[in-house]
């Protein structure tokens, strides 16, 4: 399937383990991605009328096909979950740079379940997922952990932390902050994070996509972006190294 990694990861921070399951065709053509997945993942691994802060529960990161290609504005995805204020689905989407990288490691979703006995972050690679001790980041703003988990896992993971707010389970406004864009994300994903003390996810992968009739795809993209004006100088990195891919 041209557009998509083909795998979904599932991560339990309470033991430590992860599997992969692949993404069906009828999957990826019924729902798309981002949101999509997340919701059906969300109602296929979460039991009916569990608590949203008990380890069943989960966070789902999702990302789409257009997701790490030409296509204006095309690095965004999902985080979805159950809600801790309303006990109902939510979501909530954004950017940056995390959402690219992520479709870099091959997977088009990250599902998040379980307690961990300590803080952790998750570092994700194309081969699967690792646990992190994270105590050292308690108390930390977002911006401080992002610069922690770059200074021991370089500066091309991208990372998506919570700060004081997630730490104070806040149910109303909660704050998740990539790298590349400061994306204030007023959802519950934060809170039950805290609660799974997982502090942060890493994406690092170099996988490629490729997609159908590739030329004429680049070219309607090329010229809508030409369109919409110069890049913001933050995101020219990405560009310049999606269009390689795209050569």
């Known amino acids: 399937m041209r557009g998509y990694g083909g795998r979904i990861l599932f991560v339990d921070v309470t033991t430590g383990s992860s599997r992969v399951e692949p993404v069906s065709e009828t999957l990826a053509r019924t729902l798309l991605g981002g949101n999509g997945f997340a919701a059906r993942l969300l109602l296929d691994h979460v039991p009916p009328g569990v608590d949203a802060y008990d380890p069943g529960n989960a966070v789902v990161f999702a990302v789409g096909p257009v997701t790490d290609t030409t296509v204006p504005g095309n690095s965004r995805a999902c985080v979805a979950g159950k809600s801790p204020l309303t006990g109902l689905f939510f979501d909530s989407t954004f950017g940056g740079r995390f959402p690219a990288t992520m479709k870099r490691t091959g997977f088009d979703a990250i599902v998040i379940t379980g307690c961990a006995a300590e803080p952790v ?8 997922a690792e646990l992190r001790p994270a105590r050292s980041l308690w108390g930390q703003t977002t911006r401080d952990t992002v610069q922690a988990i770059h200074a021991v896992e370089g500066g091309d993971a991208d990372v998506m ?32 994070l805290d609660f799974k003390h997982g502090w942060a996810v890493g994406p690092n992968g170099t996988i490629a996509r490729y997609i159908d009739h590739a030329a004429v795809f680049h070219r309607r993209s090329r010229s809508d972006r030409r369109r919409l004006g110069p890049l913001p100088t933050k995101f020219k990195s990405v560009a310049r190294r999606v269009e390689a891919d795209a050569e």
């Open 121 to 128: 972050y998750v570092k994700v690679t194309e081969a699967g």
């Open 161 to 192: 932390a919570i700060g004081p707010g997630g730490e104070d389970v806040s149910l109303s406004k909660v704050t998740a902050a990539d790298w590349m864009a400061t994306d204030s994300l007023n959802l519950n994903a934060a809170a039950i």
